[in-house]
């Protein structure tokens, strides 16, 4: 069945409205009509089993029939402050880290940072925060992640006092992996966690002190240098896997 997110603002009692690019996808590629049967979720995890009223050209109305229990969002919740990346590097982090179960993804800027120049197009999220959509309707998610623009490395020090856990993976760190974290933290409760991944230049050591200084472990990855855009959605596998429901019952 087909599921479409769309703003609480645009549910009214026991009906809702459709609008913007998912009209035309609905009445031009599905082909959906009066009667048939879409998900309705309203980003931030709650879903209703619905049916089509009418189908214009401006918008879809949709009766809501019932509420849908879902049980596809982690109990632990998982933050990616992303070292700021080349080009459209950053559409596949989204993606996949969506994919994956990720709540939220800042972009930061750190001293290696090598498209400084090019900031005010990278604080356009419009553009990553489509990718996640579809990244949720692909995956059924049921809460869309919050996507931020870009902050410095300072903002960034302030933000993490709030977390249960802090892992940076850095590819100069020998023998201390997820595996160590995990026996680590075995006896605590773990909600909220933050991953830090450094840019295509990696960290600098002043900033990877810092990171010590605030209790963040610093772990590898793994004898292989990962790319930026690799290590953010392994590290948060790994996470998921051992503290999360990535690894089933």
């Not at 930061?108 to 996640?132: C, G, M, P, Q, Y």
């Not at 623009?149 to 249960?164: C, G, M, R, S, V």
């Not at 201390?176 to 966690?193: A, H, L, M, S, T």
């Not at 790319?227 to 019952?249: C, K, P, Q």
Request: proline share 3%; net charge negative.
């Amino acid at each position: 069945m087909h599921k479409f997110f769309i703003s609480k603002e645009n549910i009214h009692g026991d009906s809702c409205i459709i609008e913007g690019e998912d009209v035309k996808h609905i009445y031009k590629v599905l082909r959906l009509d009066s009667g048939d049967k879409v998900n309705i979720n309203d980003g931030e995890g709650t879903e209703y089993l619905g049916e089509i009223e009418e189908v214009n050209k401006k918008e879809v109305k949709v009766k809501l029939i019932e509420k849908v229990e879902l049980n596809n969002e982690s109990n632990l919740k998982v933050q990616l402050y992303q070292g700021m990346p080349k080009s459209a590097k950053m559409d596949l982090i989204v993606q996949k880290c969506t994919e994956l179960g990720i709540s939220e993804i800042t972009p930061i800027i750190t001293e290696r940072v090598v498209v400084k120049s090019e900031l005010s197009e990278f604080k356009k999220v419009d553009r990553w925060n489509r990718i996640a959509l579809e990244a949720c309707k692909q995956s059924k998610r049921s809460l869309i992640p919050v996507i931020n623009t870009p902050i410095e490395f300072e903002e960034l020090q302030e933000a993490l006092n709030k977390y249960d856990l802090i892992v940076v993976p850095y590819e100069n760190q020998k023998g201390e992996g997820i595996k160590y974290v995990v026996n680590e933290v075995k006896n605590k409760e773990i909600k909220d966690v933050a991953i830090i991944i450094g840019p295509e230049g990696g960290f600098e050591e002043s900033e990877i002190q810092s990171f010590k200084d605030l209790g963040a472990y610093i772990v590898t990855l793994g004898p292989r240098i990962l790319r930026t855009e690799t290590a953010g959605f392994t590290a948060l596998s790994l996470l998921m896997y051992e503290l999360g429901d990535l690894g089933g019952i």
